[in-house]
């Protein structure tokens, strides 16, 4: 037994841990994600609210557009001390500021701000800036607004308290964050490093209803913090996964055991003897007597009872057992037929299942078998299945041509229940076709034609073949088929499958040839 067998139980154990890591991994890439957009969130209506406040303030300052400085200052000024949030409130003609609520009348270009680089004139005002002329190293937003005949009025809001909220937003995960407003400069975290710009960033959102600009917040995460909230998921999930793979494994295991004891328990079962073997009779419609028998095979099993063939047989083929079971049937057939006195041709029927067919083992099991009832010199009719033919790759066919040579004849069973055959009948010599039962259940008590049967009696005769029906259960169907010239019948009409005592006590009394009434 190769260690392949093994692979489930390896599977069974490693499989839910690499699905934990893969699990985990998203999750924590989620969660880093929730967090962040929590902090976007902050920063986002903290900055909706200046701006909102800003906003009032630059509405009022167009009707100061049209006042010059001396007049409108004070108001400039006390609007300025009252919001919190201003630095500034400026006028300006066309690209030069005449009045500022922080220097009064003044005269200077509007160039001064061009070191926090914009071309454009305070009417078009609405960006983010690292610094303003009176305090170039702290971030400002700046907003305006177009007055009368080429003046315009703008805010100068302090970033500080933008900044204060963006730093403390950032520490509550490790974040570095970014925010800009339309296309000016952004504000940073003071944990903003040099190489946040270049990665991508866990969580980013672009607003479009500030006042009309964009605004672009970003959250970058170090490696490193989503390393960490990914050890921590694993931390608690491994154990788990590991026991879930413990419990798979140890569960493939016993599917394993329990497999691999149900071909321990078929081989105990024949050292044991709880096999034995049925025969039904099989009638010649040409000579009038029982010219054979079907063996079929039996599993009593104490404490369960009868195990249907078509299991046992099944499950034997999947086990690798099928040939030794088959092995075991012959010599239970071999010991039956020692009490038998059946003529010499007498057909013994044995199903042979396509592993079998197809290995080396079946011609020395058939001459065996031959030699040891030589004393009855029964006819051996191998039935093996239309799958048998299919799958051949030139071992089965030698195997029949030898036998055949030998005498052995060879049936096609269930002919017509599996596919394509056709093909292989001409390729594969044989001497039999057994009408698979479900065909004869198709005939009718009012001898209605059935075309499929039909078509299959007249292709076995032209093929040369003699066809044997099975499952006769009825008279009507007996007499369709001798009609059209069936050799053999099968069926309960005549017999259910007998133990060997039993067959040879009905065969005793079936001296005289018979036709069922
Ligand atoms: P199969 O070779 O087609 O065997 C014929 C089945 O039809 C048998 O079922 C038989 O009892 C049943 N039968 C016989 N006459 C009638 C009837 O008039 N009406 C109905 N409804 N059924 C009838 P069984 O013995 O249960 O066997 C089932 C299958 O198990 C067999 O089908 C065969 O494929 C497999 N099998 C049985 N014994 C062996 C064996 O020794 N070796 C192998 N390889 N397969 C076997
Ligand atoms: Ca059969
Ligand atoms: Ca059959």
Redesign the pocket.
């Known amino acids: 037994m190769s260690s392949w067998r093994f692979l489930p139980v390896a599977l069974a154990m490693v499989l839910p841990v690499l699905l934990c890591v893969g699990w985990s991994w998203f999750h924590a890439v989620g969660e880093v994600r929730k967090d962040a957009s929590i902090a976007a969130g902050v920063v986002r209506v903290q900055t909706g609210t200046i701006l909102t406040q800003a906003r009032e303030l630059l509405v009022r300052l167009v009707d100061l557009t049209a006042k010059d400085c001396g007049e409108a200052l004070p108001t400039m000024q006390r609007w300025a001390t009252l919001n919190p949030y201003v630095r500034a409130l400026i006028l300006a003609q066309d690209d030069r500021i005449y009045c500022s609520s922080a220097v009064g009348a003044t005269d200077y270009s509007i160039t001064e701000f061009h070191r926090w680089p914009r071309s454009m004139t305070p009417a078009g005002w609405l960006y983010t800036a690292q610094g303003t002329p009176m305090a170039p190293d702290r971030p400002a937003i700046l907003l305006g607004v177009p007055g009368r005949d080429g003046r315009s009025g703008a805010v100068v809001v302090d970033g500080r308290n933008l900044q204060d909220i963006i730093n403390s937003v950032a520490t509550l995960g490790d974040f570095q964050i970014e925010l800009t407003l339309g296309e000016g400069a952004p504000v940073r975290s003071a944990s903003w490093t040099d190489w946040a710009g270049s990665v991508e960033p866990v969580y980013q959102e672009m607003t479009d209803s500030m006042n009309g600009a964009k605004l672009r917040i970003s959250v970058v995460v170090p490696p490193q913090a989503l390393g960490l909230e990914w050890q921590k998921l694993l931390l608690t999930y491994v154990p788990l996964s590991l026991l879930a793979g413990a419990l798979l494994a140890w569960a493939a295991y016993r599917l394993q055991r329990s497999r691999q004891s149900y071909r321990e328990q078929l081989r105990r079962a024949m050292a044991a003897g709880e096999f034995h073997?049925?025969y039904?009779p099989v009638y010649s419609q040409v000579t009038g007597r029982f010219e054979g028998v079907?063996?079929?095979?039996?599993w009593m099993r104490p404490g369960t009872g009868l195990v249907?063939?078509?299991i046992f047989?099944a499950a034997?083929?999947q086990e690798g057992v099928?040939i030794e079971?088959?092995q075991h049937?012959l010599g239970l057939i071999e010991r039956d037929m020692r009490e038998w006195d059946t003529p010499p041709g007498f057909h013994v029927?044995?199903?042979?299942?396509p592993e079998?067919l197809s290995s080396e083992d079946l011609v020395p099991d058939v001459r065996a078998f031959v030699a040891a009832t030589a004393a009855r010199q029964p006819l051996l009719v191998l039935?093996i299945?239309e799958r048998s033919l299919i799958e051949d790759s030139g071992r089965a066919r030698r195997n029949i041509d030898t036998l055949r040579a030998e005498g052995v004849r060879v049936a096609i069973?269930?002919f017509g229940t599996g596919h394509c055959s056709l093909s292989y009948l001409q390729k594969f010599p044989v001497d039999y076709l057994?009408i698979?039962?479900g065909f004869?259940?198709a005939i009718q008590p009012d001898g209605e034609e059935a075309l499929v049967l039909d078509v299959i009696i007249m292709l076995a005769h032209r093929l040369g073949l003699s066809v044997v029906a099975?499952?006769?259960?009825q008279r009507f169907q007996f007499d369709y088929l001798t009609e059209r010239g069936v050799a053999f019948i099968?069926?309960?009409?005549f017999s259910?499958?007998l133990r060997s005592a039993d067959f040879m006590a009905w065969y005793a009394g079936q001296s005289r040839p018979v036709v069922p009434d």
Request: hydrophobic share 35%; no cysteine; proline share 5%.
């Open positions: 073997v049925e039904q079907e063996a079929l095979m039996r249907r063939p078509d047989i034997a083929e099928i079971l088959t049937l029927g044995v199903n042979i299942a079998h039935e299945t069973d269930d057994k698979d039962k004869v259940h099975e499952g006769v259960e099968q069926g309960y009409l259910r499958p």
